[in-house]
């Protein structure tokens, strides 16, 4: 009995978690994400959304002319403790690096921001396979977040 409390006791602690779609991160070469994500949010997508906006501010001169492509997608929560409920993607080629992930868990949207040569990726994944949305933060800082399919069998 004596041999079997420690092993009892070691399997009542609190195992931190890995990411329930961890699998589908990359190698972790910088050893960044060495510890379990303080949060995560996991999302499969249902349904998705499409805006090619043309935006003019006449007030300014010259008149600059922008034009935006965003993508919403929404979904259901995976994980247990995830609020996620859409995501905005925006594709801007405008900067010379893309604004990091964020997510608002008061509006429980996270919003990512792809090159727009992503764009077609993007859409191709999502009207031929079950897409999940996956946002990791850790408490070092890092912060990952991707687009999905689960593992697919090739024909």
Known sequence: MRAILPLLLFLALPVAAAPMHGQFLPPDELAVRQDAPESQQLLQVTSYSVVVGNQRQSSQQPLPIT???????????????????????????????????????????????????????????????????????????HIWADLHTGTLRTR
């Open 67 to 141: 034009s935006s492509l965003t993508m919403r997608l929404k979904g259901k929560p995976l994980n247990q403790g995830a609020s996620i409920s859409q995501v905005v993607i925006s594709f801007d080629g405008e900067g010379k690096s893309l604004r990091k992930p964020a997510y608002d868990s008061t509006t429980r949207t996270l919003t990512l921001n792809y090159a727009p040569a992503q764009y077609q990726v993007i859409l191709d994944l999502l009207r031929n396979d079950i897409v999940y949305v996956q946002f990791l933060s850790y408490a070092n800082g």
